[in-house]
């Protein structure tokens, strides 16, 4: 099309092209120029691209003349940004204001730590228990239910029930929902930190803390440094050069574990310890950088993502309950159930970075940790608000590092729906690593109405063994034998700026997946799908760097109806 710049308009949406030709210049030099390249770019032969939205002038000088062309941009993705966004705020709303109960065919214990007395029967609200330890010291039987007071806060006090199957845990009351807290305490008081000797913004907390990030004012984030440990000492990540306290940055945290004793078989992640021992185990100074001064006065409110989170047994139920500041994964079922458990209107968030054993291939004191997860078959996790974890919102995994019990070998009939998942390093993961030889098979597995907002870049906080955040709305492991794995469906789900990644595949090709009704919004140079086969070769597929792009990464996941 030819446009004579001098008079014309050009209107097109970010991501597509356009032709500017000059007409009469036939043979005659021209130079191209942009008033914004944010907005519309131009290329030495007048290729005008839609940046992002806003007006540019696209300029045209041939000799001594110059003529303009007004180019108006339109981004489509920001009106649909927008729905998204109330879409998702509307829904976690209603997660955090649900008042659904669960009843129970067995006997109801209630629990406050405003009100309770562990030496009350806990047979009624106005004779609680005070704390979750007494909860699940026995006493409870297949049936039975738990209910915590509304509005009530438990510190390092995780209701982890080992003996009794197919119990549910809920609230009673009005107001928020019962808070779990792994973090021991809130942190702030000046009389809670000092400087370390030598200088003037490295500040100790007054007591021994395990490994784990801080969340300061509810909101910001200070990332726990990530090292590694060789010949006694600590050293930067992936340097050889040896960690300096000195060199946190600012709101970073260090916490100083002498790792000799960590190295032994038994702390390995195959090793004789439980995890909750080794997180247990994993104590000493703890760090933080502030530039500003004593942290302690600088924020109201600090959080140590450093405690371990709730565990349950196979068949049991979650609902109503929130869970933060964990070192660990934050609803936990325990191994060797057949059943999966159901979470289901809970709040789940700052989970992970944590001390979990010692990893002898990096040399590191292991750290991660989910919002939840599923095991065995039947699994239902409906309804939640998970956000900021460090190693993603949920997984779905069998056959870690060749392990798994007998009564995991099945995983299947889950349903993971009308979730959100908000600023994770990752959203769902579903990994079968044992998937051959007698391994585990995963089938039915349905992932539908959700939404995927937003994976963020935290690798200070995440696992040491990956050496990198994830950063995937939704991920799969599976190269082994495809028959393995049935009747995975990804359907009528939102995802919404995986970064870089939304979709992330090493996947045996031919296995039983199947994407419909998805919707996609990616940002540019970012994309939808990152597919790596099994030897190891990346094909990534990018989203936003065309149109025709976008519609290729749908066309290779088979999302007929996805946009």
Known sequence: MWIACGTSKLTLNAGYTKQLKVSGAKGKTISWSTSSRSVASVSTTGLVKGEGQGTAKIKAKIGKKKLTCKVTVKDPAIAIKKQIEQEKNERVAEILADTTQVDVTGTKYYVSSSEGNDDN?????????????????????????????????????????????????????????????????????????????????????????????????????????????KENQYYFHKTEIPFDVKKLDNHATFTYIDLTEYQKEDYNWNGNKTILEVEEAGQGDFYMRCDEGNPGTVFSSIEF????????????????????????????????????????????????????????????????????????RGGRIIGNYIHNSSEGGLTVEGGWNGNFEEQEKEMGDVLISQNVFEDNNGGVGIFNFLDSDGGVTFSDIQVSDNIFYKTIYIDKMYNVMSGEGAQINLS??????????????????????????????????????????????????HDIVDYQTEDGVENAIYAAESPAAAKKALQFIGDTTGK
Not at 346 to 372: L, P
Not at 505 to 521: E, P, R, S, V
Request: some cysteine.
């Open 476 to 525: 799969f492991w599976h190269t082994g034998d495809k028959t393995y794995v049935k009747n995975i469906r990804i359907e009528n789900n939102t995802f919404a700026f995986g970064a870089p990644h939304t979709i992330g595949m090493c996947w045996t090709k031919g296995a039983d997946i199947h994407f419909q009704g998805n919707t996609y919004l990616q940002g540019r140079y």
């Open 121 to 229: 029967d806990g047979l009624s609200p106005e004779h609680p228990w005070k704390t979750a330890a007494k909860a699940c010291d026995g006493t409870l039987k297949s049936g039975d239910g738990v209910y915590f007071k509304r509005g009530d806060v438990w510190r390092d006090d995780m209701f982890l029930e080992e003996s009794a199957e197919n119990i549910v845990f809920s609230a009673y009351g009005t107001g928020d929902k019962p808070a779990f807290y792994g973090s021991p305490e809130n942190g702030a008081g000046a009389e809670k930190w000092s400087l370390k000797p030598g200088t003037d913004n490295i500040w100790v907390f007054y007591r021994p803390l395990g490994y784990g990030s801080v969340v300061l004012d509810g909101k910001e984030v200070g990332f726990r440094e990530k090292v590694y440990w």
């Open 305 to 376: 993502c450093v405690g371990k989170g709730v565990a349950v047994c196979g068949g049991s139920t979650v609902n109503n309950i929130c869970v933060k500041y964990i070192g660990y994964q934050g609803i936990q079922q325990l191994p060797g159930y057949s059943n999966g458990i159901r979470v289901q209107n809970c709040e789940v968030a700052y989970c992970g970075s944590g001390f979990i054993g010692f990893n002898a291939s990096e040399q590191d004191g292991m750290t991660g940790g989910e919002g939840t997860g599923c095991q065995g």
